[in-house]
């Protein structure tokens, strides 16, 4: 079992920035790719960014690209998302996710663990 517990969301007006972190806990942390999902109300969890094990292999949804920065501290067992030049259409509940191996993956199916999720509310 991995446990997953996500931090950092909060209010923010647009242009801002947050950063969030995935505390993460039970397995060997650097055996597992991460990923950040978001769900806004009335919508599907989508996929947002994700990291390799070590860290030099990411991929990020279109929209966020160029905005949000993920990045993982094995020492720590923590992976985080930098989101800067936030707009009001990222407001959501941010999830952290885990899958054991190293590939990369976007599909929400694709992992086994997930945290209980942090709201962003970016306003206008």
């Known amino acids: 079992q991995v446990q997953l517990v996500e931090s950092g969301g909060g209010l923010v007006q647009a242009g801002g920035s947050l950063r969030l972190s995935c505390a993460a806990s039970g397995r060997t942390f650097s055996d597992y790719a991460m990923g950040w999902f978001r769900q806004a109300p009335g919508k599907e969890r989508q996929f947002v960014a994700a990291i390799n094990w070590s860290g030099g292999s990411t991929q990020y949804a279109d929209s966020v690209k160029g905005r949000f920065t993920i990045s993982r501290d094995n020492a720590k067992n923590t992976v985080y998302l930098q989101m800067n030049s936030l707009k009001p259409e990222d407001t959501a509940v941010y999830y952290c996710?885990?899958?054991?191996?190293?590939?990369?993956?976007?599909?929400?199916?694709?992992?086994?663990?997930w945290g209980q999720g942090t709201q962003v509310t970016v306003s206008s």
């Open positions: 996710a885990a899958r054991y191996g190293i590939i990369l993956q976007k599909v929400v199916s694709a992992y086994t663990y």
